[in-house]
């Protein structure tokens, strides 16, 4: 067994990021691009409004004409068609006539102003509609100026971001039927470990459900990738390193779990050598998760993590999920850093950065991080009620309720560029 | 055109819950279960761990054994055997013996603690494998007990919570290859409107695309339902009668949006009569959004959300995302309010409560709302931006920056369970 030297967090993601996967844009109908993430920019392709509009019911007046309307001598003006939303008038209007007008539609290019329903008194003689208004309206009173809300042209919004029903509102909007995103990053899925029973078979004594997989599976699709599951292998050294060959033929990326612990019977590193992949690290200083290994072989990745639930958790959402949003185009690909008042004592000091599960709870905007569960390094139900991670570099010291220290976000859409800075817990 | 008398926000909210729609759970394979809303308590169906098992490499041992050692006068203990994870030791440990044990492996009967491999100094004499052991070992040393995790029977997650990779974990140990969640309520959405052009059409004067309806079928499948698009309607009575009665025919909850404008060619109350459907509503005091229109019919509800794009989107998030995820068995399904300080003053008083599109930004764990573009109603592009609304009390006075108000959150997976209290913006 090789020596294995630790590395800071922060230089082991560095290392990851490096080795970005290569990326690539597909198009998808709108009805399907929700919660993809956009391969180019969206770029206005006319103005909005189109057209100058009325933003009201109304009527669309020749301002000029009511220049000397006053309670006392309202001015009277004929009313000549009206113009729902969707049509069109394109007839003249002279001095004296109005046009009955709905909200959105286009102001008729002789008139310059809106006056709304309920400031007009309307009534009929001989057949023909009448207004009366009893105050003076200027030009552009009540008009929605063509390209007042967005100009033709504009970049309105970066490739990269997650599509959202907002963005889906604007994609419709300038006429994207089809949408161009990012392509899936495909991501495999190997468990290792002769203790790992199916999900379907029934508990055996010294056995365990393979939990791991199903949960990176699950995490792979809430980062953005497609996941595909390879199944468990045993400890059959051929057999395995033939698996992952297999699967490396499918796959952007190939994450296996267990088999990294020193003591194991752990095939990865000797797979990762004859492949002749190229070893990142296989040794990070953090808890947990400390035997996390990551190699790149072309450009292709190749990740080691831990058989340890949370260790293999955290190992994913650290050095997994920014090369899966690297190649969805997205600039702020780590998981969104925010700060939170230590709910705990954290008093034994710990020469490694730790990662404690952490439920955030909101007492009217103020955020408590809050250690959930046992935090036991093998508790699954921990990792249930986590909606972030509690940050406490390495040290010589140990940590107190009420300080205020760095958590990461797990649940958020929004992510951080680079969040490995600064992180020192510290009194307000 | 009768008369509208607006309703308060809460008391709107409060009619729309009061006729909820039915809900139904299915079974999923756990691979495609991830972001649906559990139908069912998770229970343990087992101990965790399901064994008394080693946490580290090490060796199974008789604590009585090392009573007396010392780092003068170690005690030599006999390896007798090898167990890897996953394998069971069935045979008896004497007095003087020891076993090899990986990690996560069961515990032998006759043993009671765990020595770790680098507190053991590991010698073989004669093809025979020996430990010495420098210190004492007590009973239940390094030993993880089954069920210190979680015990056979614990209900360990709620039915109705967004099932995320940690929970996918836990379904995972528990066997669930199948999971019991939520049936996806169906939606249909229909759009009226004649100056709307079909997102595939190019543009022509008076015409804009169609935007609200992608936009709400992405709103309803952000919130959990499944959407169902039933296109555009024009202006023919009869013809968006039997097109409504064709969607009631296939959907739980039927979503209209545009024609709904006092003065508009606006059919849905006329339908709605036609129908025999129980109007909830049809004007509530906010803005935007205040000509939003909710009906009953049996245990289906159809509602007419504004053309506007923003008092749709509102409206939709007011009053639609909680019937959604009240199917989905969710206990909070409004949207999730917090605190946030005010980024900008709102100096004019209005009678109704205010939606204010917004972006939160978070200033190292405290949250600033900046309203999200020009915030016009008709504007899509800071629907785009927006991830919370500002709600702002309708009243005679405005609001200032650094004012401490309410905002819901677009973006966030949990929610409220009544955000409607003591909605009051202050001083911190």
Redesign the interface.
């Known amino acids: 067994m090789e020596k294995r030297t630790p590395l800071p967090v922060a230089d082991a993601v560095n290392r990851v990021m490096e080795r970005r996967t290569s990326k690539d844009i597909e198009w998808v109908p709108?009805?399907e691009a929700?919660?993809r993430f956009l391969g180019e920019d969206i770029v206005a392709d006319?103005d909005?409004?189109?057209?100058d509009k009325s933003?009201y019911?109304g009527f669309a007046i020749i301002a000029d004409d009511t220049m000397k309307a006053s309670r006392e001598s309202p001015v009277t003006l004929e009313v000549i068609s009206e113009?729902?939303?969707?049509?069109?008038f394109n007839e003249k209007v002279y001095h004296g006539q109005a046009v009955r007008i709905?909200?959105?539609?286009?102001i008729p290019d002789d008139c310059d102003a809106v006056v709304m329903?309920e400031l007009a008194r309307t009534y009929t003689e001989n057949e023909q509609d009448f207004i009366d208004i009893k105050r003076p309206f200027y030009t552009h009173d009540n008009i929605?100026f063509q390209g007042?809300?967005?100009q033709k042209g504009t970049s309105?919004?970066s490739k990269g971001t997650s599509?959202?029903?907002?963005?889906?509102?604007?994609?419709?909007?300038?006429?994207?039927?089809q949408v161009p995103v990012a392509k899936k990053p495909v991501v495999g899925v190997i468990a290792t470990?002769?203790?790992?029973l199916d999900?379907?078979e029934?508990?055996q004594?010294?056995?365990?459900?393979?939990?791991?997989?199903?949960?990176?599976?699950?995490?792979v699709?809430?980062a953005g990738g497609e996941?595909k599951?390879f199944g468990t292998l045993t400890?059959d050294f051929e057999k395995c390193l033939q698996a992952v060959k297999d699967a490396l033929s499918e796959v952007d990326i190939l994450l296996t779990t267990g088999g990294v612990?020193?003591?194991?019977?752990d095939y990865i590193p000797a797979i990762l050598e004859k492949l002749e992949a190229e070893v990142l690290f296989n040794k990070v200083a953090m808890r947990p998760g400390s035997v996390t290994t990551v190699a790149s072989l072309g450009d292709q990745m190749i990740y080691g993590l831990s058989?340890n639930?949370s260790a293999c958790?955290v190992g994913f959402e650290l050095f997994v999920r920014p090369i899966i949003r690297n190649a969805l185009y997205t600039a702020a690909p780590h998981l969104?850093k925010?700060?939170?008042r230590l709910g705990a004592d954290f008093p034994k000091p710990n020469p490694f950065m730790r990662f404690v599960r952490a439920k955030l709870v909101?007492d009217?905007?103020?955020?408590t991080a809050v250690p959930a569960g046992?935090d036991?390094?093998?508790?699954?139900?921990s990792?249930?009620?986590?909606?972030a991670f509690i940050v406490l570099p390495g040290g010589t010291r140990g940590y107190q309720t009420d300080m205020?220290v760095d958590?990461l976000l797990?649940?958020?859409?929004?992510g951080s560029e680079w969040p490995w800075e600064n992180i020192v817990p510290y009194y307000r």
Do not use: C, W
Not at 102 to 106: F, I, P, Q, V
Not at 410 to 414: D, K, Q, V
């Open positions: 709108i009805e929700g919660e006319h909005v409004p189109p057209f933003p019911d113009i729902g939303a969707g049509s069109v709905m909200t959105g539609a286009k329903l929605s007042e809300d967005t309105l919004v599509i959202h029903p907002g963005i889906t509102a604007l994609l419709a909007t300038f006429g994207y039927a470990g002769s203790e790992l999900i379907k029934p508990l004594p010294g056995k365990i459900r393979n939990s791991n997989a199903y949960m990176i599976l699950a995490q699709q809430k996941a599951y400890d612990s020193v003591g194991d019977y058989g639930p958790y969104r925010s700060k939170a909101d009217d905007g103020h955020y046992l036991k390094s093998g508790s699954v139900t990792l249930s009620e986590a909606n205020t958590v797990l649940n958020e859409e929004e």
